[in-house]
């Protein structure tokens, strides 16, 4: 297999002129439910873009599409200037599921091993990813626990770890802050923020508007749509509030008068 | 194919089993204490009529012999008798349509008017030791009667000739049966002999079946079949390292089965072991990915179990472990050809009780990878749905 273009390899396009991520048209119909309905969007490099919307408005589903995982019943996406599907993206995403989605029998550091190793890193390297990004999550102290006996606190950390334990250039974390303490939420965004400054692009979906207001661009998602798309301020602004949470209602009812206008 | 992302995988899957002590234990434990239970259950009686071949004597003479052999012999309920010729001996026991030949010499008739002590000659196809036994047994007992009777009329026509000779009653003076021959096997072999090689294949493809469909079904309910699927770990490493993650384990199980088998209970064997472990192998791959390929249709563990039934029930009852198949209702032997077990069962007491080389039991193999062949299509074809 051909694919070994590893982490940030300079064959990926995606230049700071091409966006990271373009959808184009994305719909995704599961049985009668129609789950994305003609999603158009584009993040650039270097963004921390946030999913802001309610229970199945699609989030999930557009994140599982970007991470390769379902394909969009019609539409196309473009990650780090490949179509998808291509198996040669995958290598530079890191892709955090809803569920903490780790091996509850294994320790904390054989679960970041395995991660590490099926994304091509070896030896020392490794070892040294790992203890650095242990010590990230504040996990070093625990490392050699069982991951079942786990609070759900330190579960949802360590998923984070092994999600961005192999440095991915695009960071997938589908609702990371979901079950997680305010003071961890803090220290998650905090830790997003720095990942920002080295050069990772961040899609973060959240129903946590207070966490909103900390990405450089949301996309506001309902029935499958983008409602709206801009930074905060710019969100802020054209609902003439200064609460993120009434921005919110104020585009989706925008979004209803449309559809009845239409 | 990326060898070290397959090994990633491979190691995590042996990881997660031997930290899990109590299935470990099960999983080499069970098998001794089934083969232990069987092996003071069986008696090995076997409910089918045998069948004896006889070589008769022929010379001159032979026609009385031959009459008085018929009166002797058991009735037809109890032991079915066939007449062939001395060369026909060996083909006809191989191909099963004798368990065992009595070879009269030809010229019987005229040993015995020398005076001579003629030798009679048992081949056993010795397979079936428990019907080895039995027909050591009736053919002894024919043997003695029909000396007792040639005694008899020897010493009529002497006391008619007006001579004195001392009446032979209980010893067997005039006919000497030599020490059997098998052609299979040997005078030792029990029934656990006939049912040992089976076990090895038994346990090797339902444990394997068992634990893989479990593991996938966990790495599905929670959630990492996702983060795999979304590394550059392709399908076609998933279902590898599954694949020698487990053969591992099998055939760590086939071994400890086998030197059970061989050194505590005894059970005898020859052939090759490494044929014996390719056997393993091909069943233990076909398991990992019948088990990959059933685990999708399953929510939870206690359909997992719903399975087995399906798998091993049906299996154990048609492939040939305890009856063999051609006792099958006709319409049922077609059946029990579509299964893995019965091939490998096939194989397996070829090679360990008859010493059959890898071209005697190459129809068999090719069999089972076919069907290997087959689950690992049929796996990747459901990882591949995942991805809806």
Redesign the interface.
Same mark, same amino acid.
């Given at each position: 297999m051909a694919d070994d273009k590893r982490v940030g390899a300079p064959s990926l396009a995606g230049s700071a002129k091409e966006p990271l991520v373009i959808c184009d048209g994305l719909v995704k119909v599961f049985g009668r439910l129609r789950v994305l309905d003609g999603l158009d969007l584009a993040i650039g490099v270097g963004e921390t873009f946030g999913l802001v919307g309610p229970n199945g408005s699609g989030k999930t589903t557009l994140m599982r599409i970007l991470a390769g995982l379902v394909r969009p019943t019609a539409g196309s996406v473009r990650v780090l200037g490949r179509r998808l599907p291509d198996p040669r993206v995958a290598a530079s995403l890191g892709y955090m599921t809803q569920l903490s989605a780790l091996y509850l029998d294994l320790t904390a550091r054989e679960n970041l091993r395995f991660f590490c190793s099926i994304y091509g890193l070896r030896g020392q390297e490794r070892e040294r990813r790992i203890a650095e990004i242990l010590a990230r999550v504040d996990l070093s102290a625990d490392a050699d626990r069982v991951v079942a006996t786990f609070s759900g606190g330190m579960r949802q950390r360590l998923s984070l770890a092994c999600a961005l334990v192999h440095r991915p250039r695009l960071a997938l974390l589908d609702e990371p802050t979901v079950g997680v303490d305010p003071e961890l939420r803090r220290s998650f965004w905090d830790y997003f923020a720095q990942l920002n400054r080295e050069g990772t692009t961040i899609i973060v979906s959240t129903h946590h508007l207070d966490e909103a207001a900390r990405c450089s661009r949301l996309g506001l998602l309902r029935f499958g749509r983008l409602l709206a798309c801009g930074t905060p301020h710019e969100l802020l602004a054209g609902a003439g509030t200064s609460d993120m949470e009434a921005a919110f209602l104020y585009y989706a009812a925008r979004g209803r008068q449309e559809e009845v206008t239409a | 194919?990326?060898g070290? %992302?397959v +090994? *990633? +995988?491979t190691s %995590?899957i042996i %990881?997660?089993i031997v !930290?899990?002590r109590r299935t470990l234990a099960l999983v080499f434990l069970v098998p001794l204490l089934v083969m232990c239970v069987l092996y003071v259950v069986l008696t090995g009686s076997s409910g089918s009529v045998p069948t004896l071949a006889l070589v008769r004597p022929t010379g001159v003479g032979s026609d009385a012999l031959n009459v008085l052999i018929d009166r002797l012999l058991p009735p037809a309920s109890r032991l079915k008798t066939v007449t062939i010729t001395a060369d026909e001996v060996e083909d006809v026991l191989n191909k099963s349509e004798a368990d065992a030949a009595l070879v009269f010499p030809a010229d019987l008739a005229a040993q015995l008017a020398r005076g001579e002590h003629p030798r009679l000659q048992l081949v056993l196809e010795g397979s079936d030791p428990a019907v080895a036994t039995a027909m050591r047994e009736s053919v002894t007992a024919l043997v003695r009667q029909l000396d007792v009777a040639l005694a008899q009329a020897q010493s009529r026509a002497s006391q008619g000739a007006g001579q004195t000779v001392p009446i032979t009653t209980q010893t067997t003076s005039l006919l000497t049966l030599a020490e059997p021959r098998y052609l299979h096997g040997g005078p030792d072999y029990t029934s656990n002999d006939a049912l040992a090689p089976v076990f090895i294949g038994v346990f090797s493809f339902f444990f394997v079946f068992l634990l893989t469909s479990v593991a996938f079904l966990r790495e599905r309910s929670?959630?990492?079949i996702? !983060? &795999? +699927?979304?590394?550059? +770990?392709?399908r076609a490493e998933l279902v590898m390292g599954y694949v020698c993650g487990f053969t591992l384990f099998a055939l760590v199980q086939a071994i400890v089965v086998l030197l059970f088998v061989v050194f505590v209970l005894r059970v005898h064997y020859q052939g090759n072991l490494g044929l014996v472990f390719l056997v393993a192998i091909l069943l233990t791959v076909s398991g990992v990915n019948l088990g990959i390929f059933l685990s999708t249709f399953a929510q939870n563990e206690f359909q997992i179990i719903q399975f087995i039934p399906l798998v091993f029930g049906l299996q154990v009852l048609l492939s040939g472990i305890f009856w063999p198949v051609e006792q099958l209702p006709a319409w049922l032997q077609p059946v029990a050809y579509l299964l893995p077990l019965t091939y490998a069962n096939e194989a397996l007491r070829a090679v360990m009780l008859k010493g059959s080389d890898f071209g005697q039991i190459a129809p068999q193999l090719a069999a089972l990878l076919v069907f290997m062949v087959l689950m690992i299509g049929l796996s990747a074809l459901t990882v591949r749905r995942q &991805? *809806?």
């Open positions: - | 194919m990326n070290a %992302r +090994l *990633a +995988l %995590r %990881r997660q !930290r899990d929670q959630g990492t996702e !983060r &795999v +699927l979304a590394s550059p +770990l392709s &991805v *809806a």
